[in-house]
């Protein structure tokens, strides 16, 4: 009878495990953007319903992302920030590098527009003028791709934004939705992705005050973690995932993802070749 109880007692455990390890499924290590804006709960259904496929997604900052798949830590790298992408490909972290699709990056701020920003194209000139007026504000401060682009455009300004680190300039160290919160409630300036933005609800007196420099332009690229260097990557499953985004249906999902009508991110993958 113990025998009996005890080996019943083991197939009600075990049979559990192994269905779930039979579900086929991938880590994918992305930025926070993609998850925050509302692209994932999109595409995600749509993948895992033609393929049976299901995507874990880790969803941190660009810099981090890119740590976690050089450690191993997942199938496919999906982030926002190019010569880190190039990068990781050319050190033999992953295989190929593709382009999925883009959208650009906004400076909001208060509609009271302390440092008089308010409808300028040119990001840099609007960020000296922020320095200038020792305005507030809110940076990641978390080496995502916004915070990457963020630091990019300091530089291009003349301004050690770092220097000030704790006056005016406020580092989150956060994703970018928090940070919005924070900048909402400091009414403060920030950078966003759009995507982020237009799907943020909790706006407070904030509003898209500097956009259209060609310089916010902002690039999101894919490409599978080297099975070669990292053995535990499931390469014909990561795989699959990055030809449905680059292919026809993936890119069609992106250009249908819409908020309130408004398009957030634009599809344009050049599919694998064969």
């Known amino acids: 009878m113990l025998r009996r109880t005890l080996l019943a007692l083991f197939l ?13 499924f ?14 994932f709960g999109h595409l995600l259904p749509l993948f895992e319903a033609k393929t049976g496929i299901e995507v874990r997604v880790v969803a941190v900052g660009t810099g981090q992302a890119i740590k976690n798949a050089r450690n191993g830590d997942g199938d496919v790298l999906f982030v926002h920030a190019k010569p880190d992408e190039e990068k990781f490909v050319s050190d033999g972290e992953g295989v190929k590098r593709f382009d999925v699709m883009y959208n650009d990056f906004v400076i909001v701020g208060p509609k009271a527009d302390p440092a008089g920003v308010a409808g300028m194209t040119n990001a840099t000139a609007a960020l000296q003028k922020i320095a200038a007026a020792k305005a507030p504000f809110a940076s990641r401060g978390d080496d995502s791709g916004t915070h990457k682009a963020e630091q990019q455009l ?14 005016w300039y406020r580092e989150t160290g956060s994703g970018m939705g928090p940070t919005l919160n924070a900048a909402a409630g400091m009414h403060a300036y920030t950078l966003s992705d759009r995507g982020t933005w237009l799907s943020f609800q909790n706006r407070g007196d904030l509003e898209i005050l500097v956009q259209g420099d060609g310089r916010l332009f902002n690039q999101y690229g894919v490409m599978l973690v080297n099975p070669a260097k990292h053995p535990d990557v499931k390469a014909d499953l990561g795989q699959k995932f990055v030809d449905w985004l680059v292919g026809p249906e993936g890119q069609q999902a992106i250009a249908a993802y819409k908020i ?8 344009n993958a050049r599919p694998p070749a064969g």
Request: glycine share 8%.
């Open 26 to 39: 991938i880590v994918v290590q992305s930025t926070t953007s993609t998850e925050q804006s509302g692209l």
């Open 154 to 167: 300091w530089r291009a300004a003349g301004v050690d934004a770092a220097a000030a680190s704790g006056t």
């Open 260 to 267: 309130n009508g408004e398009q957030l991110f634009f599809p």
């Open 12 to 24: 009600a455990l075990s049979a559990p495990v192994a269905a779930f390890a039979a579900d086929p």
